[in-house]
């Protein structure tokens, strides 16, 4: 049926566009990260491209079949034309089409002036009421188009795991070895006396791996029905859960882990928020040399309201001799804003309103293992069982690395 090959045309050049779509959006999120494409960005991109092939090998002999009788029925009618007019050279099409509007008043003026009777039949024939067909009138001619992508948040960034840098999670139970006790060195009381001496203690901090993960049942007609197929659009979904559920977790424990800093005064100008900063890394440093742990770098971790208090006070317009370069509201979301003392913020909403936090790199570590997308047929139900889990653990070695700088 003609009206079953072009609907099949439409169909899979909606799916197509629909799939081209779908990458687009997994490279435009990895891009505004400023980051390549993850395993599980990879393996969508991947399954994606495989089906546009295959939509392509099936289109082109669609489009050439549909060419071909295209050509085949313009043909006919030319004949059955030709032969009409060799039979009775007297008949007419039954449409006339003019070529200007100047050949339309030729004929107007000439049936009026010489009653021309071709020019007046051919006139009537214009002017004859005609039926006319709507999309109204073949509803199913006209395939659905979806325009542009899902409208769902593919965001798989993690700005608080991302700037303490995740490891991987070996196999097996895990533990951190943590220098308790470090050997003593002093200075010799006098000549031949006894140097100080005292022994290394090195324990370890088990490594709590938490297990994140969710699962949904697709049935066999939703995934072979649907454009884009459903399945791909589940597995990015449940990818980018798992990117907000260990997010906040990492907010969670970093938040209850702090130690407390300066308070900030109910209205601070942007020298009290540089005092407090200033305050707040002379703590981490002074705490990291009690507990003779390397310093790191510093990492200043926000939650989301706290950039109408950063903001205006670091305005970035023409800075001189300033603290900051000076604040965009628009580059929080692409990745590390300008610093603020030489201090980089990071924006992240797993952080409760009103938090801010001065970390050192060397404080906490970030472990993780993703299983990735699982899946199992179910034949009895027609069903496709598909998950996505992975292991994560946050160790806080030195909890006095942590400091919060609060406000009244």
């Known amino acids: ?56 090998q099936q289109l082109q002999p669609l489009r050439d079949g549909a060419r071909i009788a295209v050509e085949s029925t313009r043909r006919t009618q030319e004949l059955t034309e030709a032969f009409a007019a060799a039979r009775n050279p007297a008949n007419l099409p039954s449409a006339i089409e003019y070529r200007s509007a100047g050949e339309y008043m030729r004929d107007h003026i000439r049936a009026y002036v010489s009653h021309d009777e071709d020019t007046v039949r051919r006139l009537d024939v214009y002017h004859r009421a005609a039926a006319h067909q709507t999309t109204s009138d073949n509803p199913g001619l006209l395939p659905e188009r979806l325009l542009g992508p899902i409208l769902q948040n593919l965001d798989f960034a993690r700005p608080l795991v991302s700037a303490i840098g995740v490891q991987q999670l070996p196999a097996g139970s895990w533990s951190r070895p943590r220098v308790t006790q470090h050997t003593s060195v002093a200075k010799q009381t006098a000549e031949k006396t006894e140097l100080a001496s005292q022994k290394m203690i090195i324990d370890k901090v088990p490594l709590e791996g938490d297990t994140y993960g969710g699962y949904v049942n697709v049935s066999r007609q939703n995934i072979d029905w649907t454009v884009p197929q459903v399945l791909d659009i589940v597995i990015a979904d449940l990818t980018s859960q798992y990117a907000f559920e260990t997010e906040e977790a990492t907010g969670v424990d970093l938040a209850a882990a702090a130690a407390t800093g300066p308070v900030l005064p109910a209205s601070p100008t942007a020298e009290n928020i540089a005092a407090a900063l200033w305050t707040a890394a002379g703590l981490v440093f002074a705490n990291m040399w009690t507990a003779r742990t390397p310093m790191g770098r510093l990492i200043l971790a926000v939650a989301p309201d706290m950039l109408a208090l950063l903001g205006p006070l670091f305005p970035g317009v023409n800075p001189q001799n300033a603290q900051s370069t000076g604040m965009s509201a628009g580059l929080f979301g692409e990745g590390p804003a300008p610093s603020i003392s030489g201090i980089t913020p990071i924006v992240s909403g797993a952080l409760a309103a009103g938090t801010a936090l001065v970390i050192s790199s060397n404080a906490v570590e970030a472990y993780e293992d993703r299983i990735g997308a699982l899946q199992v047929v179910e034949p009895s139900v027609l069903g496709t069982q598909v998950a996505y889990a992975g292991h994560f653990a946050l160790p806080i070695l030195q909890p006095t690395g942590i400091v919060e700088i609060t406000k009244t």
């Open 1 to 56: 049926m003609p009206g079953a090959q072009d609907a099949m045309l439409a169909r899979l050049q909606a799916e197509l566009e629909e799939r081209r779509a779908f990458q687009d959006q997994l490279v435009e999120s990895a891009q505004e990260a400023k980051r390549d494409l993850n395993e599980q960005e990879m393996a969508l991109y991947t399954r994606a491209a495989e089906r546009m092939t295959a939509i392509e």
